[in-house]
């Protein structure tokens, strides 16, 4: 079973950065598109950055020139660089990956995760 998961979450001031780190683990043939998504209290998740699955960053406009999302493929690790965080970046962080993984008979199959998530939170 493929399981994404987060760590590098905490607390931060205003201004300051933290990375963020998704490990995709499980009989994976390949990850077709990994991302981060982010849900604060009473709101809906929603898309902070991904790739897709050719291979291109997409970034929620609220983020970009502050985040950057980065992965190692031999790692099937994606990273969320995060600086000049705002009070209003606090949120669960989550990973998603979709790809194709190994049934006990080896067969191919697709899957679509997401981890357990990371708190992020931001003190004014």
């Known amino acids: 079973q493929v399981q994404p998961v987060e760590s590098g979450g905490g607390l931060v001031q205003a201004g300051g950065s933290l990375t963020l780190s998704c490990e995709v683990s499980?009989?994976?043939?390949?990850?077709?598109?990994m991302g981060w998504h982010r849900q604060a209290p009473g709101k809906e998740r929603e898309l902070v950055a991904g790739?897709?699955?050719?291979?291109?960053?997409n970034y929620a406009d609220f983020v970009k020139g502050r985040f950057t999302i980065s992965r190692d493929n031999s790692l099937n690790t994606v990273y969320l660089h995060m600086k000049d965080l705002k009070p209003e970046d606090t949120a669960e962080y989550y990973c998603?990956?979709?790809?194709?993984?190994?049934?006990?008979?080896?067969?191919?199959?697709?899957?679509?995760?997401w981890g357990q998530g990371t708190q992020v939170t931001v003190s004014s």
């Open positions: 998603a990956a979709r790809g194709w993984d190994y049934c006990s008979d080896l067969r191919l199959r697709s899957f679509g995760s």
């Open positions: 499980g009989s994976i043939f390949n990850i077709n598109a």
């Open positions: 790739f897709s699955s050719i291979g291109r960053a």
